[in-house]
């Protein structure tokens, strides 16, 4: 078919479908929002593009061209103002979500100053005065017409609505003061926010003082604006009662509408009633009586409502300033801990270079004293430079800390001194080292195992005491940690757990000192085989630790001349927990080897003992010179030669002696 020949009707009739619903379309899309507006265009500008391609008209398809090209220029508006307008909404969320924008919005609402508010809460105060002036003088008329006796019932009964109508006056007026007054606190709030928001930088340096600042003001805001919230709530439970008041108040004024129109009906010029009359007085004076005191109970409601506004959006500035704070702080933290992370690298850079250098570096150019000397100018060098890095970091806080510091302190060293004492004490003996947990000591006359070491006191397991001997008594002895700069500390387990001990033995000059010698020295070397070898392995810790030798462990003997004969010194080394169980045996094995060594004498000291009985008639040593009469009568004796006894002891060295008599 021509572009010329004549269209078939159903085509035509369906293109002029096309074409008034494309119109229709559009007419309505005017009303829609933009998303249906856009999707219509879009398929109008589909359906004009299906028939655009399915037209041979030639004169059709240019029209519908030139509408189509309207309707895509239409839906390109659209859709840039739908993009404009997302991008504002995104502007809009972006500065919702920022809490200071926020504030900042919600201050520029609040319009009066704190003088203006002030100033309506002193003229609220002066009609206040005058209100309740007006109400004490109501209140004395009346006392002084009941009282007097001289007014009818009906007077008095108005009198009294009047007391009450004034009551509902000042009521509203103290209402009126109460909401004036959460005004001013509003505009004393938004001042201090402003101020806030003036100081508030977002970029401030953290610091323990900016933190510990940031909490506070965190806290005070919340609890104030705990407060607020509170109040609001008893506000609003008292607004809820007071508009069901006003409410009951106009229903009961309809009522006495409707009453009195009945009443009315019952009276006229023709029927009077004395008492419906009065009746009708009676209810128009109480009408007016509560036509006068709805202005005043819808005052309080009023009242009641702007102080609910007032502090709901307190409230919200509260919020608002609490959020903001809340964030200052986290902000202030997160940034305090992440400049925690180069102080601990350093602090760890220090420690490895103390440690790669007192244990790998010294070693290789220095031994004993001079590397233990070293070493500790390492250990102080690594102390103050960790000290100085700490101090770096806490400069901002060094003035808080040095005031505060310098406050506490001299009290503290006034009333506390022990106390102060004691707890520097229990720096030093953990810093130090020189006893530990386990550790025996001896300080003073007090003698035990360390089980324990708190901040002011260091616990003890009393050991010997009253059994004379290494075993514990079940004592516990408490010193205080000050101790460690009053007095001398004897620590038996410092380094290695072998201490020394000696046993004495004295032989008669008589005795061959040359066998007594190679007998004493042959059992205290079989005897004490073990702990000198053990002793000789430990010791290498003192010299590990000092440098030097504390000691050469090997059995030793010392000869020494005494009044009686040859005093043999025997020492040696035992663990301190075996100390009495070593020298006990070693004891034995001595009186056993005498046994078999009779050439070998022990030498003792004797005593004599002069016994001689008293003269006769001499007095009783006892009961004096009147005991000469019975029941203790004076008994003869005859004099007889002094007996002679002698005692000895053989000592042994660990306090054990052997008596002999003759």
């Not at 002029?16 to 929002?33: H, M, R």
């Not at 507006?37 to 593009?49: A, D, F, H, M, W």
């Not at 000895?648 to 002999?660: K, S, Y």
Request: proline share 4%.
């Amino acid at each position: 078919m021509s572009p010329s020949s004549p269209r078939p009707l159903w085509r035509q009739l369906g293109l002029f479908a096309a074409v008034v619903l494309c119109f229709l379309s559009s007419a309505s899309i005017g009303t829609a929002n933009d998303d249906e507006r856009i999707s219509g265009l879009q398929e109008q500008i589909r359906t004009l593009e299906n028939v655009i391609n399915s037209s041979n008209n030639t004169n059709e398809r240019s029209r519908l061209d030139i509408r189509l090209q309207r309707l895509r220029q239409e839906l390109g508006i659209l859709q840039e103002r739908q993009a404009i307008e997302a991008k504002a909404k995104n502007l809009t969320e972006d500065l919702r979500r920022n809490t200071a924008d926020m504030l900042r919005e919600k201050l520029r609402g609040i319009d009066h100053s704190v003088e203006e508010a002030e100033a309506r809460v002193h003229d609220l105060a002066a009609r206040r005065h005058q209100v309740a002036s007006e109400r004490d003088a109501l209140v004395s008329a009346l006392n002084s017409a009941r009282a007097r006796n001289s007014q009818p019932a009906d007077k008095l009964a108005e009198q009294e609505e009047r007391v009450y109508t004034k009551n509902e006056e000042l009521r509203a007026v103290v209402l009126q003061s109460e909401a004036a007054e959460f005004d001013v606190e509003l505009a004393h709030d938004a001042e201090r926010l402003r101020e806030e928001l003036k100081q508030f930088d977002p970029h401030q340096r953290s610091s323990l003082r900016a933190m510990f600042e940031s909490y506070s003001r965190w806290r005070k805001s919340k609890k104030l604006e705990d407060q607020v919230n509170g109040v609001g709530d008893d506000l609003g439970r008292n607004l809820k009662v007071s508009q069901g008041g006003l409410e009951l108040s106009r229903l009961e004024l309809a009522k006495f509408d409707e009453e009195l129109a009945l009443l009315e009906k019952q009276v006229s010029f023709f029927n009077s009633d004395p008492k419906v009359e009065r009746l009708i007085a009676n209810q128009r004076s109480q009408k007016k009586a509560l036509s006068e005191r709805i202005p005043f109970i819808s005052a309080q409601v009023d009242a009641l409502q702007h102080s609910q506004q007032v502090l709901n959006l307190r409230g919200d500035l509260l919020q608002l300033g609490t959020k903001l704070q809340k964030e200052q702080f986290v902000a202030l933290q997160d940034s305090y801990y992440q400049r925690l992370r180069w102080p601990a690298v350093a602090l760890g850079a220090l420690l490895a270079l103390y440690l790669l250098s007192s244990y790998a570096l010294l070693p290789l150019v220095m031994k004993n004293e001079d590397l233990i000397l070293a070493r500790r100018l390492a250990r102080y060098a690594g102390v103050l430079l960790s000290v100085g890095v700490v101090a770096g970091f806490l400069f901002d806080d060094l003035s808080v800390v040095a005031a505060t510091l310098g406050v506490v302190s001299a009290a503290l060293v006034i009333s506390l001194q022990d106390v102060c004492t004691s707890m520097f004490g229990w720096f030093v003996i953990m810093l130090g080292g020189k006893f530990g947990i386990g550790d025996r000591l001896e300080v003073d006359t007090a003698k035990g195992d360390v089980i324990d070491i708190q901040l002011l006191r260091t616990t003890l397991l009393e050991i010997n005491g009253w059994l004379g001997t290494d075993q514990p008594t079940g004592r516990v002895v408490i010193l205080p940690n000050n101790f460690i700069f009053k007095t001398k500390i004897f620590n038996y387990t410092h380094g290695h757990p072998f201490i020394w001990g000696k046993i004495e033995v004295t032989v008669t000059y008589a005795t061959p000192v040359a066998t007594a010698m190679t007998m004493l020295m042959r059992v205290l070397s079989e005897e004490t085989t073990s702990e000198f070898a053990a002793a000789r392995e430990a010791a290498g810790v003192m010299r590990k630790r000092y440098g030097v030798d504390d000691a050469h462990y090997e059995p030793k003997i010392h000869t020494q001349l005494a009044d009686s004969g040859v005093k043999f010194i025997l020492y040696y080394v035992s663990h301190y927990k075996h100390s009495s169980s070593l020298r006990n045996r070693i004891n034995r094995r001595l009186i056993a080897e005498l046994e078999t060594h009779p050439q070998i004498q022990l030498a003792y000291q004797t005593m004599s003992v002069l016994h001689a009985p008293a003269a006769e008639g001499a007095p009783s040593a006892v009961l004096g010179m009147d005991a000469t009469t019975p029941p203790f009568p004076v008994t003869a004796t005859t004099a007889e030669p002094p007996v002679k006894s002698a005692i000895p002891d053989v000592t042994l060295g660990d306090g054990q002696t052997l008596p002999e008599r003759s």
